[in-house]
């Protein structure tokens, strides 16, 4: 069963690597540039060390507890081996357990969260490098109904305003354990089944993240990672500019149920 799965998982991990390197080329950019951050939530250790074993260098969680119990079953040289990625809503009073473990926090939105994992840091006796998450469900409905007289979508995927990145970026920046990376975003849902190509919901909400991400590189130079793109829309993410792919099912399959 161990070796199907691995089986499997390699398959799935080529696929993905294919299309990376495709989205790559049509946007004249270089693969090396690129990072598969492979989203592991709610699926076993064994995953991990399976996807360890075929060369995957990052993964990313989004359930404190979960992750926090996952990672204490891996060996010193399995979590050398591995950059852990935090991808999820994070909520104050988990951010000490979190900046014990993990080594990039993609989902910075809110001043007490920066508080908070600047705390946790410091107990921990480490820095934490973090991403300020961007909600950009309003941009693109506000870009899209004029044309399209489609409902605005409800419910956002999370993140801060785009007009209040800049002061969290500078609060990040004042932060003596944390060090601000860049930027990152979920593309807010589609309202259309055929909703593709350049003008789609994904391309719009990317490209005005690769705008905040260059407003915040010309404060913050070492702010350079773009965190964007899951398994449905890494081409357009990639043709906006991003520098991490948060790829989940198209690799691991669908996800079990939460346990």
């Known amino acids: 069963m161990g070796e199907v799965r691995t089986a499997a998982l390699a398959e799935s991990l080529a696929r993905v690597e294919e299309r990376i390197v495709a989205a790559c080329a049509a946007s004249g950019r270089d693969r090396d540039d690129v990072h598969l951050v492979v989203v592991t939530k709610f699926f076993p250790l064994e995953d991990v060390r399976r996807l360890i074993g075929l ?5 990313g969680e989004n359930k404190a507890q979960e992750a926090a119990a996952k990672l204490a079953g891996l060996d010193d040289d399995e979590r050398e081996a591995l950059t852990v990625h ?11 357990q979190v900046a014990s473990w993990a080594d990039v926090v993609h989902t910075v939105d809110r001043s007490r969260l920066v508080t908070a994992l600047d705390r946790g840091a410091e107990q921990a006796g480490r820095d934490l490098d973090v991403l300020l998450q961007v909600d950009l469900d309003d941009h693109v409905d506000l870009a899209d109904a004029p044309r399209s007289g489609r409902p605005r979508a409800s419910g956002s995927r999370g993140g801060a305003p785009a007009d209040g990145i800049p ?9 003596a354990h944390l060090h601000l990376r860049g930027v990152m975003a979920v593309a807010p849902l589609s309202r259309s089944a055929d909703d593709a190509g350049p003008s ?12 905040l991400a260059d407003q915040v590189r010309s404060a913050h130079p070492r702010a350079t990672m773009v965190s ?5 829309d890494l081409e ?5 500019g991003a520098t991490h792919l948060r ?5 691991l399959g669908p996800r079990p149920a939460p346990r």
Do not use: P
Not at 55 to 59: A, F, N, P, Q, Y
Not at 86 to 96: C, D, E, I, P, S
Not at 167 to 175: F, H, K, N, W, Y
């Open 228 to 232: 964007a793109g899951m398994s449905g």
């Open 236 to 240: 357009q993410a990639i043709a906006h």
């Open 167 to 175: 002061a969290l970026a500078d609060e990040v920046g004042r932060a």
């Open 86 to 96: 935090f991808v999820g809503q994070l909520q104050t009073n988990k951010a000490r």
């Open 247 to 251: 790829v989940g099912s198209a690799i």
């Open 200 to 211: 789609s919901t994904a391309a719009v909400a990317f490209a005005e993240l690769a705008r």
């Open 55 to 59: 060369g995957v260098t990052e993964v």
